[in-house]
Nanobody
Framework: QVQLVESGGGLVQAGGSLRLSCAASGRTFSSYAMGWFRQAPGKEREFVAAITRSGGNTYYTDSVKGRFTISGDNAKNTVYLQMSSLKSEDTAVYYC???????????????????WGQGTQVTVST
């Protein structure tokens, strides 16, 4: 089992920045990658970014490339999502998740992640 706890969400003006954190505990050594997803009201949960635990390889959905940065600190079992140049369309509940999957193509699919945090709200005002 892996337990995940997100923090760092809040209200920010458009163009501003936030950093989300996801602290992992439990059998963290067995997870291959960590991902961030988000879900806006009335929409499906969508992939935002992922990072592999070993090599630190990163992957992003097109809409956040150049604005968001995912990073990890294995010593602290924590993954971060630095969000800059925020837009109103970034408003959502953000979830971190952990997966054993190792195929790059699987990182963008929520079904690949067996462990999820409770989510943290990010609201971007205009």
């Amino acid at each position: 089992q892996v337990q995940l706890v997100e923090s760092g969400g809040g209200l920010v003006q458009a163009g501003g920045s936030l950093r989300l954190s996801c602290a992992a505990s439990g059998r963290t050594f067995s997870s291959y990658a960590m991902g961030w997803f988000r879900q806006a009201p009335g929409k499906e949960r969508e992939f935002v970014a992922a990072i592999t635990r070993s090599g630190g390889n990163t992957y992003y959905t097109d809409s956040v490339k150049g604005r968001f940065t995912i990073s990890g600190d294995n010593a602290k079992n924590t993954v971060y999502l630095q969000m800059s140049s925020l837009k109103s369309e970034d408003t959502a509940v953000y979830y971190c998740a952990s997966t054993y999957a190792y195929r790059i193509a699987s990182f963008a699919y929520a079904g690949s992640y067996p462990y999820w945090g409770q989510g943290t709200q990010v609201t971007v005002s205009t």
